[in-house]
Structure formats: structure tokens, C-alpha cells
């Protein structure tokens, strides 16, 4: 397999690749004609090495591998000759050997295969090549370019031995493994000394910290909710590198797609630098309330608009009438419940008023477009609702207190000749 | 006119003969007579369910797409629907709890003894039937308490030897619960079990008509002593006593249709997760919670086996009870039979009580 593997690929086909990306991930099964390697001979002399360092790797790849899975084996990435004995002979030039990659290596030996779409196909047909071609865009990759060997290559965020597919929990870039792999680099401040954002301060390590605090954290580990978003899904994962003040809509928008196109058309669009970040923040976005908006202490329009501009009169208005669906619903809901703890069937005005509610939403929505207008026709329909069910909601009370006096006649009338019968029957006894 | 129309129909039908008999007709008087009202109190629940059960025909739709949807117009919708259905529904019950309370009394009466054996085998037979109609109506508003708890009780069936899994098919219309065993329900709710009971309960109140009002084994004692029992006339005296009991029992069944309505709860769905507190109606609660308690397995048998083949032999027990309790006619009746009676009362209303704290 081996042999057949260098022949196909050759050193000179491997020197193609300078730049190349770190994906080492098979995210479809293997062909059935790919067997598990077997023990090669680096592994006989590698795996009981008294060096930890030397002994480590051999061991992880004999594990859990996704490569060794598919046949392939240590001479496949550090070159070298598993058949000879002796130590000097199976790591002689002859044999291709490479030792450790390191650096732009290391991305030249991942890319040999991963950029390989005839080759990649035989194992994973649906799987990217260009991870190397993205990589090359990356910071990671303009800064490795310029001889900066801090950096990461593949195997920093997928592991160079015991390499899991990506769908598998246990990978480092499982998805709710990003963050902690990401920021085992950019939460360490030694690591990251000498770094600066693109306006020249330090860059920040807190990022995990913030992004603990967020929705999209809550939502990824408190609801177990894979699609939301990690590190990766903002900063790209091979061509990882910040949005970018002018695309931050662009890259929200990817999933707040209506709040994105609301927003591209308002002024504001025009006027924010960075986008949604300049009122939700990057990492640490927190769950948005309707606070945010409007004239008061927590709201953030004012951070801008003072007493008398159009910008804060909008905010007024829409914050005002938010509100006031907001208690029509709350008091529908009153008396909904009200009616139902009476005994009425509700189920219909119970739906309404869900269908009020999602008027509410859309007003929250349309808000991004910070068109005062528009938010006040989306929130008069969900009034209309309410109206509506607050209408039922009295024909209900009413008619229990119908039934109620209904019932209480009939008893009545019932007690009466219950007490009619009674006296007949005593009268009978008598003789009378 | 009252007269003539009388005078016309007589010179047909001999009401003359009829009002005779009606006038005649005593009824002993002791200190055990209200128990005799608790079998008029059943006959008018029976009326009640027989007129509510028709009208609510008018609106129902017995298929799986349409049953729960029909109920939900019939009590939000239909005038006074919510009235009916409640009627229905809380009729059933009481008329249940009432035959329970007919069938003790006459039990500890001893009323079954000769030569009433057939009263109290239509009567007890009756009872079945009433709790299959209660068995077959719960499953008619498909929803989803009632479907889980059906799957269960017609579940039950299976464990029957030899026949089981036939029982369980003819009961679901089918290896599961689905819509055809809401139709199979509806038919046997509607046709099936009200010509039983128009035949038993004919049967049931002309033996008594024909036979008269048992008395007590006590009273029955004295009068051979020679003691003069105190009669009352059928008509008016008993029969205006059997009329403001009923009167009683509708103001109680309009109390609680106006105070407790009976929830309809979600509509079934056979891929829904079988939702908690699943039990059936509390006259089955006492069974349910025995198999509950049966180990799975009892010297090599299947304990649910043993159960139904307990319980179904308790039924024939019931059913021929006349038969066992042999000397009681004589004036002498079984210390056993009152002490299983007794045993079997506390053990109803104890497994009652205790399915109902499980759940």
C-alpha cells in the first residue's frame, strides 16, 4: 500500500503543494478494498522507545487513527524503510526519509494527499481539496509564509497521530471541541505576545472567555445544538482569519439571514463600522432583550441619539409600541387562562395568541431596518389578534357566568321539587 | 279527553288490567329499603347515558382523522354540546360507581337467594356490560390518554391461554391500536353493547316485577314468625321515592359538568413518547394495579397470565353466587361468602385508592 501510495504521489507531485491546507479529515468511509495498516516495522522498534517523545506517536497511531484505518502508515508522511532492521539503513537518504515535519512541512505533507482530488475521491469522494488553498489565505498561513513557526498548521488543531474524523466527538474539531482547541493558543498570552490586531493593540486573549458568556455557547452545550456557532463558523476554519469590519453582516447574515437584510436597509447600514457587532459585540453576544432598544438607561440607541433627533424619537416609538403588544399579549393571556381554569375550551385563542407572538418577533426583525413604520404595521396586526381574543376570551367568561346562573336555577328548581316530593311522600305515610 | 284517549287505548291494550296490577302492586318497607333505590338510581343513569350518548351521535365522527377534532366542536362549538359531553361523561362513571353500590347491597342482602338467581345474573351481567361501555366510550375522543391507556388494557387480553392473541387482534382490529380499532370500539359502544343491555335490563326489571322486591334474610325471619312486614304502594309512594332520587343524582351530575368538566386532553398520536400517568378508568384501576404488583413470573407461569385467569375466575364466582350460597334461602347464609364479600370491597377501594397515589 505504501509503495503504491509513493508511486502514485512521488516527491515531485509532494513539492506542488508549498502552501497547502490541514484538513486530514475522511468524512466518508473508506472504499472496502482499505484495510487497517498493520504493524510496520517503525512501529515494532518505536512503540516500546524509552523516549516518551519517540514512543508517543507510534503509540497514538497504533490506536484510533482515521489513516492508519484506511491503510496508511508511518512511512507514508515520514518516509524511511519499515523493512530494514537495522536504524541507520531504514532511515538513510535513499529511503526518502523526512523525520519530523515541522512548519510549511508539515502543510507539504497533509496537502501530498488532501489537495489530491483522484486521490482523495478513493477515500472520501464528497471531501473538499482546497483546505491547503485556503490555509494559504489564512493568517495562520501568511504568517507561517513569512518563517513565523508559532503559528498553526494541520496538525496543531487536528493532531498528527490518533487522528479522528471530524464527526467523531472525541476529534479536537468537533464541534464543541473547537473553542478549547482554538484557544489553547489565543487564550494563552505567552503564546500569543507580539500579535497585534490590525489597528495596532496587543491582540486580545479573552476571546473564549467572552464566548462562554454568549447565546451561541448556551446553545451549543446547554441544547446540545451542533449548528451553533463556534470559532470556525465566524472565522472560517483552514482560511481562519477575523471577518473583517465590512463583512461582519455578511458573516452573521450566514445564519440571521432577515436580520441581515433588514438591516442592509437601513441607514445605520451605512453608518456602523462594524456591523451587528456595534450593538450585539463579537464574542461575547448575550441573549438581546427589548432594553436595547428605545430612550432608557440599558438601551443603546441613546448611546448615539440624544433628546430630539429623528434617531431617538424612532427608538421611542418603536420601543413604545414593542410594549404595547407585549401587555395586550400578557393580558390576553390573562384572561385565556382565566376562561380555561373555568373549564371554556381555549385551544383557538390559545393559537392566536402564539400567532400574536410571532408578530412580535417580526416587529423585533423588522426593527433592524430601523424603519418606525414598518414595525408599527407588523405590531397593529398582532393587536388585532389580541383584540380579537380578548373579545372570545369575555364571550367565555360570560358564558360561564351563563352557566353558572343556569346551573344554579336548575338546582334550584330541582331542591324544589325534591322538597315537593318529599312532602308528598310524608303526606302519603300519613294518609293524609 | 284524558278520559277518552284512556278509553280508547284500553278498549285495545286492557290498560284496565295494567293499572290494576300497578295499583296492587306493594313494596315491603324496612329499615333496609333505601338500598332498593340504588337500582332506580342505575335505570335513570342509564337513561341519562342512553339520551346524552344519542345526541352527541348527531356530532361525532368515529375515524382517527375526525374523533378528537368532533369532540373538541361538540364542547367549544355545538350548543350546549359541552353540557352533553360532560352529562355523558360523568354519568358513565356514577352509573358504574352506582351498579357497584346495587351489586354490594343486593350482595349483602343476600336478594340473590332463590328464587331471584336470575335477577342477579342478569344483573351482574349488566355490570360487565357497563364496564364495557365504559371501556370502549373512553377510547371515542382519541385522545392521547385514552389511546396509551387502550393499547394497555387490550394489551391485557394477550395474556389470556390459548386465545390471547386472538382476544387482542379481535379487540384492536388489528396487531395495534389504530383507527380501526376506533371504529371497532364505536360500533361495539353504540350497537353492539346497548342491544345486550336492552335484552338483559328487560329481563332484569321483568324478573323483578314478576318476582316483587326481595326482603332481607332478617326481615324474611321475622315474617315467618309471624310478624306482619309493613307494604307500601308501588305507585305513588315508591315510585315518587325512586323520582327524587333521580332528581338527587341530576342535580349532583349537573354540579360536577358545571365544576369538573372532563378534560379532553392532546389528540392521540401512535409516534408520540407515551406520556406519564398512564391508567385507566378507576373501576379497572383495582385490576390494573394488582397485575401491576404480580411478579412477571409465578411458579412457572406468567404472572399477567395468572391475573386475568384470577380475576376472570372471580367474575364466575360472582356470576354464580346464588348457587354457592345455597342456604341462604333457608335463612342461613354462608359466614364465608359475607367475609369474601367484605375482603372484596376493601380490596377495591384500597387498590383503588393506591393505583390512584401510584400513578
Same mark, same amino acid.
Given at each position: 500500500?505504501?509503495?503504491?501510495?509513493?508511486?502514485?504521489?512521488?516527491?515531485?507531485?509532494?513539492?506542488?503543494?508549498?502552501?497547502?491546507?490541514?484538513?486530514?479529515?475522511?468524512?466518508?468511509?473508506?472504499?472496502?478494498?482499505?484495510?487497517?495498516?498493520?504493524?510496520?516495522?517503525?512501529?515494532?522498534?518505536?512503540?516500546?522507545?524509552?523516549?516518551?517523545?519517540?514512543?508517543?506517536?507510534?503509540?497514538?497511531?497504533?490506536?484510533?487513527?482515521?489513516?492508519?484505518?484506511?491503510?496508511?502508515?508511518?512511512?507514508?508522511?515520514?518516509?524511511?524503510?519499515?523493512?530494514?532492521?537495522?536504524?541507520?539503513?531504514?532511515?538513510?537518504?535513499?529511503?526518502?526519509?523526512?523525520?519530523?515535519?515541522?512548519?510549511?512541512?508539515?502543510?507539504?505533507?497533509?496537502?501530498?494527499?488532501?489537495?489530491?482530488?483522484?486521490?482523495?475521491?478513493?477515500?472520501?469522494?464528497?471531501?473538499?481539496?482546497?483546505?491547503?488553498?485556503?490555509?494559504?489565505?489564512?493568517?495562520?498561513?501568511?504568517?507561517?509564509?513569512?518563517?513565523?513557526?508559532?503559528?498553526?498548521?494541520?496538525?496543531?488543531?487536528?493532531?498528527?497521530?490518533?487522528?479522528?474524523?471530524?464527526?467523531?466527538?472525541?476529534?479536537?474539531?468537533?464541534?464543541?471541541?473547537?473553542?478549547?482547541?482554538?484557544?489553547?493558543?489565543?487564550?494563552?498570552?505567552?503564546?500569543?505576545?507580539?500579535?497585534?490586531?490590525?489597528?495596532?493593540?496587543?491582540?486580545?486573549?479573552?476571546?473564549?472567555?467572552?464566548?462562554?458568556?454568549?447565546?451561541?455557547?448556551?446553545?451549543?452545550?446547554?441544547?446540545?445544538?451542533?449548528?451553533?456557532?463556534?470559532?470556525?463558523?465566524?472565522?472560517?476554519?483552514?482560511?481562519?482569519?477575523?471577518?473583517?469590519?465590512?463583512?461582519?453582516?455578511?458573516?452573521?447574515?450566514?445564519?440571521?439571514?432577515?436580520?441581515?437584510?433588514?438591516?442592509?436597509?437601513?441607514?445605520?447600514?451605512?453608518?456602523?463600522?462594524?456591523?451587528?457587532?456595534?450593538?450585539?459585540?463579537?464574542?461575547?453576544?448575550?441573549?438581546?432583550?427589548?432594553?436595547?432598544?428605545?430612550?432608557?438607561?440599558?438601551?443603546?440607541?441613546?448611546?448615539?441619539?440624544?433628546?430630539?433627533?429623528?434617531?431617538?424619537?424612532?427608538?421611542?416609538?418603536?420601543?413604545?409600541?414593542?410594549?404595547?403588544?407585549?401587555?395586550?399579549?400578557?393580558?390576553?393571556?390573562?384572561?385565556?387562562?382565566?376562561?380555561?381554569?373555568?373549564?371554556?375550551?381555549?385551544?383557538?385563542?390559545?393559537?392566536?395568541?402564539?400567532?400574536?407572538?410571532?408578530?412580535?418577533?417580526?416587529?423585533?426583525?423588522?426593527?433592524?431596518?430601523?424603519?418606525?413604520?414598518?414595525?408599527?404595521?407588523?405590531?397593529?396586526?398582532?393587536?388585532?389578534?389580541?383584540?380579537?381574543?380578548?373579545?372570545?376570551?369575555?364571550?367565555?367568561?360570560?358564558?360561564?357566568?351563563?352557566?353558572?346562573?343556569?346551573?344554579?336555577?336548575?338546582?334550584?328548581?330541582?331542591?324544589?321539587?325534591?322538597?315537593?316530593?318529599?312532602?308528598?311522600?310524608?303526606?302519603?305515610?300519613?294518609?293524609? | 279527553?284524558?278520559?277518552?284517549?284512556?278509553?280508547?287505548?284500553?278498549?285495545?291494550?286492557?290498560?284496565?288490567?295494567?293499572?290494576?296490577?300497578?295499583?296492587?302492586?306493594?313494596?315491603?318497607?324496612?329499615?333496609?329499603?333505601?338500598?332498593?333505590?340504588?337500582?332506580?338510581?342505575?335505570?335513570?343513569?342509564?337513561?341519562?347515558?342512553?339520551?346524552?350518548?344519542?345526541?352527541?351521535?348527531?356530532?361525532?365522527?368515529?375515524?382517527?382523522?375526525?374523533?378528537?377534532?368532533?369532540?373538541?366542536?361538540?364542547?367549544?362549538?355545538?350548543?350546549?354540546?359541552?353540557?352533553?359531553?360532560?352529562?355523558?361523561?360523568?354519568?358513565?362513571?356514577?352509573?358504574?360507581?352506582?351498579?357497584?353500590?346495587?351489586?354490594?347491597?343486593?350482595?349483602?342482602?343476600?336478594?340473590?337467594?332463590?328464587?331471584?338467581?336470575?335477577?342477579?345474573?342478569?344483573?351482574?351481567?349488566?355490570?360487565?356490560?357497563?364496564?364495557?361501555?365504559?371501556?370502549?366510550?373512553?377510547?371515542?375522543?382519541?385522545?392521547?390518554?385514552?389511546?396509551?391507556?387502550?393499547?394497555?388494557?387490550?394489551?391485557?387480553?394477550?395474556?389470556?391461554?390459548?386465545?390471547?392473541?386472538?382476544?387482542?387482534?379481535?379487540?384492536?382490529?388489528?396487531?395495534?391500536?389504530?383507527?380501526?380499532?376506533?371504529?371497532?370500539?364505536?360500533?361495539?359502544?353504540?350497537?353492539?353493547?346497548?342491544?345486550?343491555?336492552?335484552?338483559?335490563?328487560?329481563?332484569?326489571?321483568?324478573?323483578?316485577?314478576?318476582?316483587?322486591?326481595?326482603?332481607?334474610?332478617?326481615?324474611?325471619?321475622?315474617?315467618?314468625?309471624?310478624?306482619?312486614?309493613?307494604?307500601?304502594?308501588?305507585?305513588?309512594?315508591?315510585?315518587?321515592?325512586?323520582?327524587?332520587?333521580?332528581?338527587?343524582?341530576?342535580?349532583?351530575? &349537573?354540579? $360536577?359538568? @358545571?365544576?369538573? %368538566?372532563?378534560?379532553?386532553?392532546?389528540? !392521540? =398520536?401512535?409516534?408520540? *413518547?407515551?406520556?406519564?400517568?398512564?391508567?385507566?378508568?378507576?373501576?379497572?384501576?383495582?385490576?390494573?394495579?394488582?397485575?401491576?404488583?404480580?411478579?412477571?413470573?409465578?411458579?412457572?407461569?406468567?404472572?399477567?397470565?395468572?391475573?386475568?385467569?384470577?380475576?376472570?375466575?372471580? &367474575?364466575? $364466582?360472582? @356470576?354464580?353466587? %346464588?348457587?354457592?350460597?345455597?342456604?341462604? !334461602? =333457608?335463612?342461613?347464609? *354462608?359466614?364465608?361468602?359475607?367475609?369474601?364479600?367484605?375482603?372484596?370491597?376493601?380490596?377495591?377501594?384500597?387498590?383503588?385508592?393506591?393505583?390512584?397515589?401510584?400513578?
Amino acid at each position: 500500500m505504501a509503495t503504491w501510495l509513493r508511486n502514485l504521489i512521488g516527491p515531485a507531485h509532494a513539492g506542488r503543494y508549498v502552501l497547502a491546507g490541514a484538513a486530514l479529515v475522511l468524512a466518508v468511509s473508506a472504499p472496502a478494498a482499505a484495510q487497517p495498516a498493520q504493524a510496520s516495522g517503525c512501529e515494532t522498534c518505536h512503540q516500546d522507545h524509552p523516549l516518551p517523545a519517540l514512543s508517543a506517536p507510534a503509540r497514538a497511531f497504533g490506536q484510533t487513527d482515521v489513516h492508519r484505518e484506511r491503510g496508511f502508515t508511518c512511512v507514508d508522511c515520514h518516509g524511511g524503510n519499515p523493512n530494514e532492521t537495522d536504524k541507520v539503513r531504514a532511515k538513510a537518504p535513499a529511503t526518502g526519509f523526512k523525520g519530523k515535519p515541522s512548519g510549511q512541512a508539515v502543510i507539504a505533507v497533509c496537502t501530498r494527499c488532501h489537495s489530491d482530488a483522484t486521490l482523495m475521491r478513493k477515500y472520501a469522494p464528497k471531501q473538499r481539496v482546497d483546505q491547503g488553498a485556503e490555509y494559504a489565505t489564512s493568517v495562520h498561513g501568511q504568517q507561517l509564509a513569512k518563517g513565523d513557526t508559532k503559528v498553526a498548521t494541520c496538525i496543531s488543531c487536528h493532531g498528527a497521530h490518533g487522528v479522528r474524523l471530524v464527526s467523531d466527538a472525541k476529534s479536537p474539531v468537533y464541534p464543541v471541541n473547537v473553542a478549547a482547541t482554538c484557544t489553547q493558543c489565543h487564550a494563552d498570552p505567552e503564546h500569543m505576545k507580539g500579535y497585534k490586531l490590525p489597528d495596532g493593540s496587543p491582540l486580545p486573549t479573552d476571546q473564549r472567555a467572552k464566548y462562554e458568556k454568549s447565546v451561541h455557547y448556551a446553545a451549543m452545550t446547554a441544547r446540545n445544538d451542533l449548528s451553533a456557532p463556534t470559532c470556525n463558523d465566524c472565522h472560517g476554519n483552514h482560511g481562519a482569519a477575523p471577518p473583517g469590519v465590512g463583512a461582519v453582516t455578511n458573516v452573521c447574515g450566514t445564519c440571521h439571514g432577515v436580520f441581515a437584510t433588514k438591516f442592509a436597509l437601513s441607514t445605520h447600514s451605512q453608518i456602523f463600522d462594524k456591523g451587528c457587532v456595534e450593538c450585539h459585540s463579537n464574542h461575547e453576544i448575550v441573549k438581546p432583550t427589548d432594553a436595547l432598544l428605545g430612550t432608557g438607561q440599558s438601551s443603546l440607541c441613546v448611546t448615539c441619539h440624544s433628546d430630539g433627533d429623528n434617531g431617538f424619537k424612532a427608538a421611542a416609538t418603536m420601543r413604545a409600541e414593542i410594549e404595547k403588544l407585549k401587555a395586550a399579549i400578557d393580558r390576553s393571556h390573562a384572561l385565556v387562562a382565566t376562561a380555561e381554569n373555568a373549564g371554556m375550551a381555549m385551544d383557538e385563542q390559545t393559537l392566536a395568541l402564539r400567532e400574536a407572538g410571532n408578530h412580535l418577533t417580526l416587529a423585533r426583525t423588522e426593527m433592524h431596518a430601523f424603519e418606525p413604520k414598518a414595525v408599527t404595521t407588523v405590531l397593529e396586526a398582532g393587536l388585532g389578534i389580541t383584540a380579537k381574543v380578548d373579545a372570545e376570551g369575555q364571550a367565555a367568561l360570560d358564558e360561564v357566568s351563563f352557566r353558572k346562573t343556569g346551573l344554579a336555577v336548575s338546582l334550584g328548581v330541582i331542591l324544589l321539587v325534591v322538597v315537593a316530593l318529599a312532602l308528598k311522600i310524608r303526606s302519603l305515610k300519613t294518609g293524609d | 279527553m284524558t278520559q277518552q284517549v284512556f278509553a280508547w287505548l284500553d278498549e285495545r291494550l286492557d290498560l284496565s288490567g295494567l293499572r290494576a296490577f300497578v295499583a296492587d302492586k306493594t313494596v315491603p318497607k324496612h329499615r333496609h329499603s333505601v338500598w332498593y333505590y340504588m337500582g332506580g338510581i342505575t335505570l335513570f343513569l342509564v337513561g341519562v347515558q342512553v339520551a346524552t350518548g344519542i345526541l352527541l351521535l348527531l356530532y361525532y365522527r368515529p375515524s382517527a382523522g375526525e374523533a378528537y377534532e368532533s369532540v373538541q366542536f361538540i364542547v367549544s362549538q355545538v350548543q350546549f354540546g359541552w353540557l352533553i359531553r360532560n352529562l355523558h361523561s360523568w354519568s358513565a362513571n356514577l352509573l358504574i360507581l352506582m351498579a357497584f353500590v346495587h351489586l354490594f347491597s343486593t350482595f349483602f342482602l343476600r336478594a340473590y337467594r332463590k328464587p331471584r338467581e336470575l335477577t342477579w345474573i342478569t344483573g351482574v351481567l349488566l355490570l360487565f356490560i357497563m364496564m364495557g361501555f365504559g371501556f370502549s366510550g373512553y377510547l371515542l375522543p382519541w385522545n392521547e390518554l385514552a389511546f396509551f391507556a387502550t393499547k394497555v388494557g387490550t394489551g391485557i387480553a394477550g395474556a389470556v391461554p390459548l386465545v390471547g392473541d386472538f382476544l387482542v387482534r379481535f379487540l384492536r382490529g388489528g396487531d395495534d391500536v389504530t383507527g380501526a380499532t376506533l371504529t371497532r370500539f364505536y360500533g361495539i359502544h353504540v350497537a353492539i353493547l346497548p342491544l345486550i343491555t336492552t335484552v338483559l335490563l328487560a329481563m332484569h326489571l321483568l324478573f323483578i316485577q314478576r318476582q316483587g322486591m326481595s326482603v332481607p334474610p332478617s326481615v324474611e325471619k321475622r315474617e315467618k314468625a309471624g310478624e306482619k312486614i309493613p307494604q307500601e304502594p308501588f305507585f305513588p309512594n315508591y315510585v315518587l321515592h325512586d323520582v327524587m332520587w333521580w332528581y338527587v343524582a341530576l342535580a349532583v351530575l &349537573a354540579a $360536577l359538568s @358545571l365544576f369538573l %368538566p372532563w378534560e379532553l386532553g392532546k389528540k !392521540a =398520536d401512535a409516534f408520540a *413518547s407515551v406520556p406519564a400517568g398512564i391508567r385507566p378508568e378507576w373501576y379497572f384501576l383495582a385490576m390494573f394495579q394488582t397485575l401491576k404488583l404480580i411478579p412477571s413470573h409465578v411458579l412457572g407461569f406468567e404472572g399477567e397470565m395468572l391475573g386475568v385467569l384470577g380475576f376472570s375466575a372471580a &367474575a364466575g $364466582l360472582l @356470576l354464580v353466587m %346464588p348457587f354457592l350460597d345455597r342456604h341462604a !334461602a =333457608d335463612g342461613r347464609p *354462608s359466614k364465608v361468602i359475607t367475609a369474601a364479600g367484605i375482603l372484596a370491597v376493601i380490596y377495591l377501594v384500597v387498590f383503588t385508592i393506591y393505583g390512584y397515589l401510584a400513578a
